[in-house]
């Protein structure tokens, strides 16, 4: 873990380089966008991490080429959450993790703007710079703040489906946010900010740091059907476990 969190601080200087600059901008879908920065963090990361761990497989966004599931990963997202960082709004990430037989091991999500370090090892708990975190202990879905993000896909394809549950959340919850960061949406419900985080059509890497880190701060994460979540499955639900059923109902219904 030592070694994963230097590699992390040194990729973190060269997005806090980045974060003011203007950045040279290429579209991978519409909205889906990918800059410098990115590349050069994951190109970075995977040359210090590939002999630190020469067992696993390295998959990382910007040069992953399918849905890949090897026994023993490393998933990595440069910058989860380029839209923000490409408009200088401070909720972005490295976020990296370990996968081992379909199970979480190790996670790291490390947001260089704010100096936040978020980091878990399977039956060692998860911690924000060195401080445990835990999951909330609100228990109604009426009382608990709740995070989502929304698929590059939805300006092409509209997407009902995710309004109309954006809806019912709306009128059952204290509110939504959207910041932008999956990975951090689960690192802030990790450590009791938000109660719940539901998004759906994310990719590995998105999800693969913060999975550890919620279950290790004592929280919940399923599919849809609140069955074992997938690393490649197509929904990801983390939550503090209370209102996990809940959730899962007025997200179905
Ligand atoms: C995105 C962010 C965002 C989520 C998107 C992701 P990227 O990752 O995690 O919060 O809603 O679906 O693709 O593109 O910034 O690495
Ligand atoms: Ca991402
Ligand atoms: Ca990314």
């Given at each position: 873990m030592?070694?994963l969190?230097?590699?992390?601080?040194?990729?973190?200087?060269?997005?806090?380089?980045?974060?003011?600059?203007?950045?040279?901008?290429?579209?991978?879908?519409?909205?889906?966008?990918?800059?410098?920065?990115?590349?050069?963090?994951?190109?970075?990361?995977?040359?210090?991490?590939?002999?630190?761990?020469?067992?696993h497989?390295?998959i990382?966004?910007?040069?992953?080429?399918?849905?890949?599931e090897p026994e023993k990963a490393i998933y990595i997202d440069?910058?989860?959450?380029?839209?923000?960082?490409?408009?200088?709004?401070?909720?972005?990430?490295?976020s990296i993790g370990f996968y081992e037989n379909g199970e979480a091991v190790r996670g790291l999500v490390?947001?260089?703007?704010?100096?936040?370090?978020f980091c878990a090892e399977k039956g060692a708990g998860a911690?924000?710079?060195?401080?445990?975190?835990?999951?909330?202990?609100?228990?109604?879905?009426?009382?608990?703040?709740?995070?989502?993000?929304?698929?590059?896909?939805?300006?092409?394809?509209?997407?009902?489906?995710?309004?109309?549950?954006?809806?019912?959340?709306?009128?059952?919850?204290?509110?939504?946010?959207?910041?932008?960061?999956a990975a951090?949406?689960l690192c802030?419900t990790a450590?009791?900010?938000?109660?719940?985080?539901?998004?759906?059509?994310l990719?590995p890497w998105d999800v693969a740091g913060g999975i550890c880190i919620v279950q290790e701060a004592g929280g919940k994460v399923t599919a849809?059907?609140?069955?074992k979540h997938r690393i490649t499955g197509?929904?990801i639900m983390a939550?503090?476990?209370?209102?996990?059923?809940?959730?899962?109902?007025?997200?179905?219904?």
């Amino acid at each position: 873990m030592e070694a994963l969190i230097k590699a992390a601080l040194e990729a973190g200087e060269i997005i806090k380089d980045g974060f003011k600059k203007n950045k040279e901008v290429k579209y991978k879908g519409s909205i889906d966008l990918v800059t410098e920065y990115d590349v050069a963090v994951e190109n970075f990361l995977k040359k210090k991490l590939a002999p630190l761990f020469p067992s696993h497989t390295i998959i990382g966004e910007e040069s992953a080429t399918g849905k890949e599931e090897p026994e023993k990963a490393i998933y990595i997202d440069p910058i989860d959450g380029t839209t923000n960082f490409v408009h200088a709004f401070p909720f972005t990430a490295i976020s990296i993790g370990f996968y081992e037989n379909g199970e979480a091991v190790r996670g790291l999500v490390y947001n260089p703007v704010l100096d936040e370090m978020f980091c878990a090892e399977k039956g060692a708990g998860a911690f924000l710079n060195n401080e445990r975190i835990k999951v909330s202990e609100t228990s109604e879905t009426k009382k608990s703040l709740i995070a989502t993000g929304f698929p590059y896909s939805i300006v092409e394809r509209k997407c009902p489906d995710v309004l109309s549950m954006l809806g019912r959340v709306l009128s059952g919850t204290r509110g939504i946010r959207r910041a932008g960061s999956a990975a951090l949406d689960l690192c802030y419900t990790a450590k009791g900010t938000f109660d719940c985080y539901y998004e759906f059509n994310l990719k590995p890497w998105d999800v693969a740091g913060g999975i550890c880190i919620v279950q290790e701060a004592g929280g919940k994460v399923t599919a849809l059907n609140g069955g074992k979540h997938r690393i490649t499955g197509d929904f990801i639900m983390a939550s503090n476990g209370l209102i996990h059923e809940d959730m899962l109902e007025m997200i179905k219904c």
